[in-house]
């Protein structure tokens, strides 16, 4: 067994439970620029946004940002842990996945509120070493009240071991209605960090993500590839409704080669399997829908 390093030490050492039930809460207003930017972002033709139109699903993501001063960044440019995330000692932290319920639109122009809650901590030992897992529910709300119910997951990992491999990742499905080609190039990821006031180095600075972090190239946001998943759905179903969004992250995508986001509807149209695959069909992200029944 490979020896724990200080952070591993000290995470084993933390008693985490404490942080469990933690909340925040924040306060923002749809404006219509960053919904024309990721519009302009994704490559879609849609008309300028005017108040009173439907914010998509997923682009909730634009607001709430965590807007921290330069000196509170750590070393891998997200803010420092111990506000409202709790302090775990480990450097790699990525999101993970999630699960999301839409109960109502929300609105170009309106004002919207997140209540922010920790709900569970769990530490574990990986192949990898050791692991810590968060989840955050999210509780958004409109003028009209509750709109979105959001679990977020995440990740931290303890820092690369020199020579360790990547698992095999699992092979993606094959037999999709839609397929879409993405390539994910720096511009891309620097729209979508700018879009989200994201500074993990992972997505921009490749020195950082190459030399410390151990990946061979810029990652690709793991909620921008959710964001393409739904985008897909949009444009292949353009008047079906989404009421639920689950997404899992089950192995990363680089900017070194173009991906495929692609989907496959049930028979009754009442769900639809979307996913995310590398070019030599590894699966990345797997996610389902959950449409409005007629």
Known sequence: MTPMNEASEAMMDADLTSWVGRSDR??????????????ATLDRGDPPPKDGDVLPPLWHWLYFLPCYRTSEAGPDGHVRRGAFLPPIPLPRRMWAGGRLTFHAPLHVGEAIVRESQIVDIKQKVGRSGLLAFVVVRHTISGEGGVAIVEEHDIVYRDEAKTGERASAAAQAPVDAAWSHEIHPDPVLLFRYSALTFNSHRIHYDRRHVTDVEGYPGLVVHGPLIAT??????????????LRAFSFRAMSPLFDSEPFFVRGQPAHDQASVRLWAASPHGALAMDATATLAVP
Do not use: F
């Open 26 to 39: 924040t306060v923002d207003r749809v404006g219509p620029t960053p919904v024309a930017a990721l519009a």
């Open 228 to 241: 393409l998943l739904v985008d897909l759905l949009r444009r292949a179903m353009p008047h079906a409704t």
